[in-house]
């Protein structure tokens, strides 16, 4: 069984095909832009930061080996494959965020007569290498600060329900959400984890269950239409689920169900946290109203493991994502600490 979910040495980038799991552990190889977008797009890898991560190696994979000429050159093909992989997937920020830092870190080495062409190419390079570093640090803070918040006032084991998957297969490496629960874990605090299945496309049965197995935390895997009788027949002490975007007033879009489980949680007083990156938070936006949710294709609903599920000829709708309004939130664990939706904008502008 492998957790690694990005692999990347030197200008090479392989990525674990999340497709074939949990039942084939391959590594496939980017080599640039185009698979770095394809695989993205395919969900061969997938998660706010790892979306993120991979694009933008995908991007050092391309321009590694490759002379430029001029600064002039080099600005323009770094802008134009950033603006292209984007494009991947709309809903998710991190990608978008980090698009745009190394965008006008390109910009000011360009107008810097101090640094030459290959300096120019090497800070890039070098600047997408730490986001992975970067990632790794603050995953292990938002667990800390989120084993802290959940712990606080509680000696006793903790039992935790959590959706999709948030672990070592959508980061660099711990996890939010799943990180949090890991840090619980290790500090023997953990009676027991839920994770629901998360359908359609089944990350929590394939990915988070495979994860929990590796790690072997004690757990149960649910389908998502059990979280109400979940909460009505066992103690659950809080749910925590990730993020995809975070709005100024603290909306959040994340897996599609998220929303149910937070109303689920609200009628029954459970706490429900989001884990997430300050990556994840795009202050640009007010609310979760303008957050675009992507639409998966109709095969992801109506077939599993390339078998028919559905009766052939039904109509489908597929959202990828939707929006949990702030005021279900209870917090939002961040590597900076537990923030109230309210506090958001404020913490950001303090970057
Ligand atoms: C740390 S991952 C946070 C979110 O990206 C995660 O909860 C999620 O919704 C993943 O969706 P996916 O469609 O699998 O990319």
Redesign the pocket.
């Known amino acids: 069984m492998t957790l690694e979910a990005i692999k990347y040495k030197a200008g090479q980038l392989q990525i674990l095909d999340q497709l074939l799991l949990p039942g084939e552990s391959k590594y496939i190889s980017i080599a640039g832009v185009k698979e770095g977008w394809n695989a993205i797009h395919k969900?061969q890898v997938?998660?706010?930061?790892a979306?993120a991560i991979v694009g933008c190696l995908s991007l050092v994979a391309e321009i590694y080996d490759k002379q430029y000429d001029t600064k002039v050159a080099l600005e323009q093909d770094v802008s134009k494959h950033l603006q292209y992989l984007v494009t991947s997937r709309p809903t998710?920020v991190n990608l978008k965020l980090a698009a745009d830092d190394v965008k006008s870190l390109a910009e000011s080495l360009l107008t810097n007569e101090t640094v030459n062409v290959e300096e120019m190419k090497q800070e890039i390079i070098k600047s997408i290498e730490h986001m992975l570093e970067k990632d790794i640090s603050d995953n292990r803070a938002i667990g800390d600060n989120g084993a802290n918040v959940l712990l606080k006032g509680i000696d006793r084991p903790l039992k935790l329900l959590t959706h999709?998957?948030?672990g070592s297969l959508?980061?660099a490496g711990y996890?939010?959400a799943l990180g949090v629960i890991r840090s619980v874990g290790e500090r023997n605090l953990l009676e027991h984890v839920y994770c629901t299945e998360t359908r359609p496309?089944n990350?929590g049965a394939r990915l988070t269950a495979y994860e929990l197995v590796h790690d072997k935390l004690p757990a149960t895997l649910i389908t998502d239409n059990m979280v109400a009788a979940l909460l009505n027949s066992r103690t659950i002490d809080a749910i925590i689920?990730?993020?995809?975007r975070v709005a100024a007033n603290g909306d959040t879009a994340?897996?599609i169900g998220t929303y149910q489980m937070a109303v689920v949680a609200k009628h029954h007083g459970v706490p429900f946290y989001v884990a997430a990156p300050f990556t994840s938070i795009d202050v640009a936006i007010a609310d979760g109203s303008q957050i675009k949710i992507e639409e998966r294709p109709e095969h992801e609903l109506t077939h599993i493991g390339g078998q028919r599920i559905a009766a052939p000829g039904i109509g489908c709708w597929n959202p990828?994502?939707d929006v949990t309004p702030a005021a279900l939130i209870t917090g939002i664990i961040t590597e900076r600490g537990v923030l109230k939706p309210s506090e958001l904008t404020e913490k950001v502008s303090q970057k």
Do not use: E, L, S
Not at 241 to 244: E, F, I, P, Q
């Open positions: 969900m997938r998660g706010a930061p979306i998710a999709c998957n948030t959508a980061t996890g939010t496309y990350q689920v990730g993020a995809d994340n897996k990828a994502f």
